[in-house]
């Protein structure tokens, strides 16, 4: 990937207050969060220096091997991005219709990653395509170490997944509950409902409501969270996530050798294109830099706490109990379909910690 001097433009829309607050004297630095730039349009359509030869000649800028390559070059450049921090964020949407939950690395929702998530219970239970108007944020799982983090994600799609295909007896039951909630309103046809279901609780609910129970994923995945980082406790207790070594065959030292050495060539060669990047963007005045964001800053918890961040925080209480090392802070509201980060509150930007208690009210 090559330079090129980028618009002012759009990065004053992008970056707002960012941008604007750049003095022409000493060139201020603007920090990116590498997690929320894969949906912008100058990541997807990086630029290219003017000049810049392709498949063996010069291309014009109009050509559709030019924008072929610029394509190309949006998506290497998204993928050394996301390795920044890959692992280390875990960002959950829930459907506003079903209330399903689907997991997700990056802060927005990739159409493949969603639709593979979404099991099979009937007739349009999975949709065609994805409709990001009908994910909404739901919360953010942010850890200090990048095998932990897969580790918890591996565990959270795991539960979901067998949830649904073996959902407890108690999920799909016809309880009291239940025909409360779907008891309908007119006189006449709420009466026919009783005379219906009048000798069928405890019987399994009808094949279209097992679905919608099923699917209801809001409730189990906060408990599910609360349960993988207990069970992730004990795993960190057992020595999970550190380097042992131990004896291995020559041939076994030999593979781990190569595969070292092609993460590190990997590394350098991400590094090298995130660099270019910064360079292409920056101006005399503002110079932009990609860094990791403050949630899964090392300085601002301890290094084996876990945050948590929510769009509404009483859905905290899903889970009956929450592990000593967790920390719980708010959403901040975006206007699109990225994923916003930390809420900045006054007084501190953590409204709960140690097992769920609540912070102390400042005093004046």
Known sequence: MATQTASKTPWKQILGEGAKSAHLSTRNVVPLDPSKMGTWQIVHRPPIEKGAIIQGVVRARNSKAFKTHQWKEGVRLRKALDAVTHGKNIFVYHNIRTNQVVYSLTRYLEKNNVLKQLMYHGKKTVPATLRKDMWAPYYSVHFQDSKVGLRAFHLLREFSKQRQLDPPREMITITEKYLAQKRPRAPEEAKKFDEKYADK???????????????????????DISAVIAIQEEELKNGFGIYQRGRLSHNARRRRAAVRR???AMATERAERI?????????????????????????SVEADTVKILWTDMHDARFAQSWPVRVVHGELDLSRDHVMAGQKSIKGGELLANYGFKEREAPTN
């Open 275 to 299: 660099a270019k990047f910064e360079e292409a963007i920056s101006t005399e005045s503002t110079e932009f830099k990609v860094m990791e964001p403050k949630e899964t800053d090392a300085d």
């Open 201 to 223: 609780i405890g019987w399994l609910m009808e094949k279209k409501d097992r679905a919608r129970a099923v699917m209801d994923q809001k409730a189990t995945s906060v408990a």
């Open 262 to 264: 092609k993460d590190a």
